[in-house]
């Protein structure tokens, strides 16, 4: 399985180097001045981006204490190591390193490791909304001369629309989701019985997850956390984009301008490969900033190099040192929590 793995990561290394030499008469590119942008940094910034980072792993944990509140009361405190550890592990192995997080609380708190996974449900789909509630709030006040101006307003009402379809999506499976799933089994149910019990089994563990909110105090809490989380992530991108004053374009950047960048960066890390994705990622950052912000193709990639380092790799020295401490071993653990997911939970409580 490694071997497979490591051939497929060499080919597309393989492909990407073909595509880049393919088109090197194409593209020009400065090196001397992406260094020159390199060297001018204003590190400042740079702090206070990577400081927000952090703030929002700690709101992080605040949210899933809420969410363990109606099971258990735990310190959000306690909830922070597994937070930097599987982000950690994120940034290091790929997307799919993410269901290390619910296993990591569920081992540190004493809980099933299905209902932490129902808590990750929920917790994806608060960050959903609050995200396109910041993005569409913001984008609709872009300024009307700004290149590509329909691109940003467009944007902010599929967000609001998306916004609007998950609630009402969310609604109804916490009212209906009994039913729901029953109505799914029996129309699958003739195709193919191991899916249609599949797929109603997560509608019910969906659900589950949204039992967690016991109260509307709860909701408001969350809801106010996920929207602050969410804003603190935006002015981290900000503080990155005028980190490179020397490049007009980047360094005078308003929060509502840069919720477009924030939406291409987002957008392109959904399928997060190891290593090699991190490189896909500052491509998709640097293009957006060069079409949208007309930016500098050379100044657009240093700044693309380092929002991927503060809003993505900054959290791995803190990650690292909490699972040297905690005992846990990351890429073992990632693998091993990826494969139990296609399997039922047996654990206790």
């Given at each position: 399985?490694?071997?497979?793995?490591?051939?497929?990561?060499?080919?597309i290394g393989?492909?990407?180097?073909?595509?880049v030499?393919?088109?090197?008469?194409r593209?020009?590119?400065?090196?001397?001045?992406?260094?020159?942008?390199?060297?001018?940094i204003?590190?400042?910034?740079?702090a206070?981006?990577?400081?927000?980072?952090?703030?929002?792993y700690w709101?992080?944990?605040?949210?899933w204490?809420?969410?363990?509140?109606?099971?258990?009361?735990?310190?959000s405190f306690?909830?922070?190591?597994?937070?930097?550890?599987?982000?950690?592990?994120?940034?290091?192995?790929?997307?799919?390193?993410?269901?290390?997080?619910?296993?990591?609380?569920?081992?540190?708190?004493?809980?099933?490791?299905?209902?932490?996974?129902?808590?990750?449900?929920?917790?994806?789909?608060?960050?959903?909304?609050?995200a396109?509630?910041?993005?569409?709030?913001?984008?609709?006040?872009?300024?009307g001369?700004?290149?590509?101006h329909?691109?940003?307003?467009?944007?902010?009402?599929?967000?609001?629309?998306?916004?609007?379809?998950?609630?009402?999506?969310?609604?109804?499976?916490?009212?209906?989701?009994?039913a729901?799933?029953?109505?799914?089994r029996?129309?699958?149910?003739g195709?193919?019985?191991?899916?249609?019990d599949?797929?109603?089994?997560?509608?019910?563990d969906?659900?589950?997850?949204?039992?967690?909110?016991?109260?509307?105090?709860?909701?408001?809490?969350?809801?106010?956390?996920?929207?602050?989380?969410?804003?603190l992530?935006?002015f981290?991108?900000?503080?990155?984009l005028?980190?490179?004053?020397?490049?007009?374009?980047?360094?005078?950047?308003?929060?509502?301008?840069?919720?477009?960048?924030?939406?291409?960066?987002?957008?392109?890390?959904?399928?997060?490969?190891?290593i090699?994705?991190?490189?896909?990622?500052?491509?998709?950052?640097?293009?957006?900033?060069?079409e949208?912000?007309?930016?500098?193709?050379?100044?657009?990639?240093?700044?693309?190099?380092?929002?991927?380092a503060?809003?993505?790799?900054s959290?791995?020295?803190?990650?690292?040192?909490?699972a040297?401490?905690?005992?846990?071993?990351?890429?073992?653990?990632s693998?091993?929590?990826?494969?139990?997911?296609?399997?039922?939970?047996t654990?206790?409580a």
């Amino acid at each position: 399985m490694k071997n497979r793995k490591g051939l497929v990561v060499l080919a597309i290394g393989i492909l990407l180097a073909i595509v880049v030499i393919a088109n090197r008469g194409r593209i020009h590119f400065d090196w001397g001045l992406f260094w020159q942008q390199v060297r001018h940094i204003r590190w400042i910034h740079i702090a206070i981006g990577v400081a927000l980072i952090y703030t929002t792993y700690w709101l992080r944990a605040a949210r899933w204490a809420v969410f363990l509140s109606a099971q258990k009361e735990v310190s959000s405190f306690a909830l922070v190591a597994p937070q930097f550890i599987g982000f950690t592990a994120v940034a290091l192995f790929g997307r799919i390193a993410d269901v290390i997080r619910p296993a990591l609380v569920a081992r540190r708190i004493g809980l099933p490791v299905s209902t932490q996974f129902a808590v990750y449900t929920v917790e994806r789909m608060f960050d959903l909304g609050a995200a396109a509630i910041i993005f569409s709030g913001a984008l609709l006040f872009v300024p009307g001369d700004l290149p590509h101006h329909e691109i940003f307003v467009r944007t902010g009402l599929i967000s609001l629309a998306g916004t609007a379809c998950i609630a009402i999506f969310a609604i109804t499976l916490r009212v209906t989701g009994g039913a729901v799933a029953e109505l799914v089994r029996r129309v699958l149910g003739g195709l193919s019985r191991s899916m249609a019990d599949s797929v109603a089994d997560k509608i019910k563990d969906f659900r589950t997850g949204l039992n967690t909110i016991s109260s509307g105090r709860d909701f408001l809490v969350t809801a106010l956390i996920s929207l602050a989380m969410w804003a603190l992530i935006g002015f981290s991108y900000v503080e990155t984009l005028h980190a490179f004053a020397d490049t007009p374009e980047l360094g005078t950047i308003s929060f509502s301008r840069a919720m477009l960048l924030m939406a291409a960066s987002l957008g392109g890390s959904l399928l997060q490969l190891p290593i090699i994705g991190w490189f896909t990622q500052i491509a998709v950052t640097a293009t957006a900033m060069h079409e949208f912000y007309r930016a500098p193709v050379e100044s657009a990639t240093a700044c693309g190099a380092m929002l991927l380092a503060v809003t993505f790799l900054s959290i791995i020295p803190a990650g690292l040192i909490c699972a040297r401490l905690g005992g846990v071993r990351l890429r073992a653990a990632s693998v091993a929590e990826a494969a139990k997911t296609a399997q039922p939970d047996t654990t206790a409580a």
